[in-house]
């Protein structure tokens, strides 16, 4: 999947941007200031792909100030070179969130790892001198992303150490 364009709005710092992506675009670079918006590009493409911040917990947060909802819209090509649309809409007041795939309406769980994407942070190096648990969530998130089998396994084995757990 590759990601052709991305458009932002009230996400952050970025009240209404868009940002396009060559066909050729191997490598693409973002350059700025501090503040200038560069890791809410990334995060906004991490929330494609997780539907969640590598940032916060509350999405609220990801909400530019002033504003009560952010959209994040892309256009990507797969493989065959078909083009995919996503969506990911949240809204503060009243509480609502929206996840589209190709103007298809669908729940976080079924639009997660639509668009696979691997997020590699220079905190994450610590995950060499840490614990097991850490390199471990750090590979089921990545093969969840791409594995709608692993997902589904996983959540299941989470959902029976939770049980087994409570139960002990």
Same mark, same amino acid.
Request: hydrophobic share 40%.
């Given at each position: 999947?590759?990601?052709? @364009?991305?458009?932002?709005? @009230?996400?952050?710092?970025?009240?209404?941007?868009?940002? !396009?992506?060559?066909?050729?675009?191997?490598?693409?670079?973002?350059?700025?200031?501090?503040?200038?918006?560069?890791? @809410?590009?990334?995060?906004?493409?991490?929330?494609? !792909?997780?539907?969640?911040?590598?940032?916060?917990?509350?999405?609220?947060?990801?909400?530019?100030?002033?504003? @009560?909802?952010?959209?994040?819209?892309?256009?990507?090509?797969?493989?065959?070179?078909?083009?995919?649309?996503?969506?990911?809409?949240?809204?503060?007041?009243?509480?609502? !969130?929206?996840?589209?795939?190709?103007?298809?309406?669908?729940?976080?769980?079924?639009?997660?790892?639509?668009?696979?994407?691997?997020?590699?942070?220079?905190?994450?190096?610590?995950?060499?001198?840490?614990?097991?648990?850490?390199?471990?969530?750090?590979?089921?998130?990545?093969?969840?992303?791409?594995?709608?089998?692993?997902?589904?396994?996983?959540?299941?084995?989470?959902?029976?150490?939770?049980?087994?757990?409570?139960?002990?």
């Amino acid at each position: 999947m590759r990601l052709q @364009n991305l458009t932002l709005e @009230n996400f952050r710092s970025h009240e209404k941007k868009e940002f !396009s992506f060559g066909e050729r675009d191997n490598l693409v670079i973002f350059t700025g200031g501090n503040g200038a918006g560069k890791t @809410n590009i990334i995060e906004a493409m991490y929330v494609l !792909s997780c539907t969640r911040s590598f940032r916060t917990m509350r999405r609220e947060e990801m909400i530019k100030e002033g504003a @009560n909802h952010f959209r994040i819209g892309a256009v990507m090509a797969d493989d065959a070179g078909e083009e995919c649309q996503a969506e990911v809409f949240f809204q503060s007041l009243p509480l609502k !969130s929206r996840f589209k795939w190709n103007d298809v309406p669908m729940s976080a769980g079924g639009f997660f790892g639509k668009f696979p994407a691997v997020l590699f942070l220079p905190e994450d190096l610590s995950m060499i001198t840490d614990a097991p648990k850490v390199r471990r969530a750090f590979l089921d998130m990545l093969l969840a992303s791409v594995s709608r089998k692993y997902m589904e396994a996983l959540s299941q084995y989470q959902k029976a150490l939770r049980s087994r757990n409570s139960l002990l």
